[in-house]
């Protein structure tokens, strides 16, 4: 299994290490304290609420590279730092951005304009996600009439995430934020999905997640934005000929699902699949920004 063993950095301390995450802070501050942070991507890869082993290569700076481009493309106002990246120490460039700290909604936004994954569950059993009711007989990887925004509250570590209704998420961070929040999802998901048509892909779905800064108390798009851990990405005519090509960790959710009854500590994945893990990723970067082959 994969570790979450920060690393040295001189005039900075791991605060906190996820499952694919770690951050950094100046020595001698807190995550409560600090003005701002070193987020790393790592190459470590989850799924299933799991970390796994062993690691894809090259996929820390795949996944910033493509916040960085999408949110230059789009031009969405994120919690990137001032001068990020000649601040950001050189043994971490390309694959960790200087932030500020934010204080975090605890709400996932996730829009879907694909019915596919827990959604598809969800719908199976209710006819409905997140308390939005669906159209009867959609099939996987069906289109939805329109997107769908379906939050998900963002549990405690250790805990599973759970999808709410948006009522549930004005109930949990205010009605004008859940509406703001709400609104910007759309937004954002509508705006990338076209750039993406035009790149020959499908954006099934994907999750942001926003921020108030400390200071200005504006609201901001935070953490990965439209990645391949984030989203769902399919290749569109692939998808006109009835088959799902992805490029996103669909290959290894799809392996273990076969392979782990979920119980016990998850495998070891195969170089195989780890090796066509990364380059799903690679070829992502390279369709939409034209690098990263």
Request: proline letters at 4%.
């Amino acid at each position: 299994m994969t570790e979450h063993a920060g690393e040295q950095l001189a005039g900075w301390s791991l605060a906190y290490s996820g499952k694919v995450r770690d951050l950094y802070v100046a020595d001698g501050e807190t995550l409560e304290t600090a003005s701002e942070m070193l987020m790393v991507a790592t190459d470590r890869v989850s799924a299933f609420d799991q970390v796994l082993g062993p690691a894809i290569p090259g996929k820390g700076e795949l996944l910033t590279a493509l916040t960085l481009w999408w949110t230059e493309r789009l031009g969405l106002p994120t919690q990137l730092a001032p001068d990020a990246e000649a601040r950001t120490p050189a043994a971490l460039r390309g694959r960790a951005m200087l932030v500020r700290t934010l204080d975090m909604l605890p709400v996932e936004c996730v829009v879907r304009g694909r019915v596919t994954g827990s959604g598809l569950k969800e719908y199976q059993q209710t006819g409905s996600i997140s308390g939005v009711e669906l159209p009867a007989g959609l099939a996987d990887g069906d289109a939805l009439p329109e997107p769908i925004y379906t939050p998900a509250w963002k549990a405690p570590q250790g805990e599973h995430d759970e999808n709410v209704s948006f009522e549930r998420t004005a109930e949990l961070v205010g009605r004008d934020d859940a509406e703001t929040i709400r609104a910007l999802s759309l937004s954002v998901y509508a705006r990338a999905a076209a750039v993406a048509a035009d790149a020959g892909l499908v954006l099934a779905d994907t999750k942001f997640e926003f921020g108030r800064d400390r200071v200005t108390g504006e609201l901001l798009l935070a953490d990965e934005v439209l990645t391949s851990d984030s989203s769902r990405y399919w290749d569109a005519a692939a998808l006109a000929d009835g088959r799902v090509e992805s490029f996103d960790k669909q290959i290894v959710r799809d392996w273990l699902a076969a392979n782990w009854d979920g119980t016990g500590e998850a495998p070891e994945l195969p170089q195989e699949i780890v090796a066509r893990t990364a380059a799903r990723y690679r070829e992502l970067l390279k369709r939409l920004a034209g690098r990263g082959a």
